[in-house]
């Protein structure tokens, strides 16, 4: 199922950045950390600013007030790529019927990716 997917897709996206960065240490001697954090923010930040931006627009537009305070602090979790650790805390489930869903719920993975790309190059 999707869920077997999402693990299927950081196992390989691990791998691939992985190679990236060897192959750029074997192939210079070194790695540069912020020519690699640079193309990550070019490839990323442009689509991820602009669901942001049309995602909050659609909140306002169609979301109550109570609804619209919650989506602000999704929203801001999001842009800092920290929504995981946010529905972590809110007990947010992505299939669980306890809680509302999020209108960001989506940026959980992208915050988790994120984090690793900032990780995993220090080890």
Do not use: C, H, K
Request: aromatic share 14%.
């Amino acid at each position: 199922g999707g869920f077997a997917g999402v693990d299927v897709f950081f196992v390989i996206s691990g791998y691939l950045i992985t190679r990236l960065l060897i192959d750029e240490r074997d192939r210079t001697g070194r790695t540069r950390m912020a020519s690699f954090y640079a193309r990550r923010a070019r490839r990323l930040l442009p689509a991820a600013t602009a669901v942001l931006v049309a995602t909050f627009v659609a909140a306002a537009v169609w979301q109550g007030p109570l609804e619209q305070r919650e989506s602000i602090g999704d929203g801001r979790a999001a842009a800092l790529f920290v929504a995981n650790v946010r529905f972590a805390v809110t007990a947010t489930d992505y299939l669980g019927e306890a809680t509302a869903p999020s209108v960001f719920q989506q940026y959980w993975s992208l915050s988790l990716e994120e984090q690793w790309y900032l990780l995993w190059p220090a080890l």
